[in-house]
């Protein structure tokens, strides 16, 4: 049974993968070779795509990205018709509202209707890969989508901000095709680093976010908000207890996420509410 388990979820992976590919997949297994290692090579060479082609996961499935794919559909497939305050988009980061982030997450699940698209790993080609062939922007509504992706381009390969720009301009693109009403708090890639330390404006995370990311917004349905001065000490510097790794955020770090983000949302999901969302609108 365990093995047959293994199987099932071996091939719906497999097949997610062929369906994201225009043309059929071709697996050559060289004299001597196992299928298993022509398999990885192939799947190598299929998940060097770039920012803006679509692809799944194929990395080391450290936390459990297909069995979340699925998770997430069969939820979608339930519930279909659902009507949710604020979608999250993004990759670990935004993924850990559930782990570290759990007791601020659960502060605005009671105020709000929330599901979460984060998922650990992701670049913008596996956002995108999850919109357009996984259903993840089907079968329901939403008042808000706060998008935040691009750490791991630029930390985990060697593309430009540009290239990583492109990547979330065609995100931005499928949320506003699937959901025109929608408003979209695009978020800048998180500083990271080191307690004390400064982040560099020549870092190609700092570039995307002061080149490339706030011309994105256009004061009516997408809107650009630089969380990273909430972050930051008055000097500039990454306070002490942000970071748990100088990536990943504490709770202490999700609960300033939290309280920058509420008035945002409590504006579009909440209109007869009063509220100062102008900080963000403002931009």
């Avoid at 979820?9 to 369906?19: D, G, I, P």
């Avoid at 259903?135 to 060697?158: C, E, H, R």
């Avoid at 002061?210 to 990273?228: C, E, S």
Wanted: hydrophobic fraction near 40%; include cysteine.
């Amino acid at each position: 049974m365990k093995d047959m388990s293994a199987l099932l979820v071996f091939t719906l992976a497999l097949s997610f993968a062929v369906s994201a590919i225009a043309e059929p997949v071709r697996i050559a297994v060289k004299p001597g070779e196992s299928l298993a290692a022509a398999l990885l090579a192939a799947g190598a060479a299929f998940g060097s795509a770039e920012e803006t082609t679509p692809v799944p996961r194929q990395s080391e499935d450290t936390w459990g990205w297909w069995k979340r794919c699925g998770d997430i559909h069969n939820k979608l497939v339930k519930n279909a018709g659902e009507e949710y305050d604020v979608v999250f988009v993004g990759d670990s980061i935004t993924h850990f509202w559930e782990v570290e982030g759990k007791k601020p997450y659960a502060d605005i699940s009671r105020e709000f209707k929330v599901l979460n698209l984060g998922f650990a790993g992701d670049r913008t080609q596996n956002v995108l890969w999850r919109f357009r062939h996984a259903g993840q922007l089907d079968g329901y509504t939403a008042k808000v989508f706060m998008l935040m992706i691009g750490t791991n381009n630029i930390n985990s390969s060697p593309c430009r901000p540009e290239d990583v720009k492109d990547g979330i301009v065609e995100i931005i693109k499928d949320i506003r095709t699937k959901h025109p009403e929608s408003k979209i708090l695009l978020l800048p890639v998180f500083v990271h680093g080191k307690a004390g330390e400064r982040p560099s404006d020549k870092s190609r995370y700092m570039i995307l976010n002061d080149r490339h990311l706030p011309g994105m917004a256009d004061g009516k349905y997408v809107f650009y908000y630089d969380i990273n001065r909430d972050f930051l000490t008055p000097e500039g510097t990454i306070p002490e207890g942000l970071f748990r790794d100088g990536l990943h955020l504490t709770a202490h770090g999700y609960c300033i996420w939290r309280d920058a983000v509420m008035p945002f949302f409590r504006k579009h999901c909440r209109p007869d509410a009063i509220v100062a969302a102008e900080s963000i609108e403002g931009e």
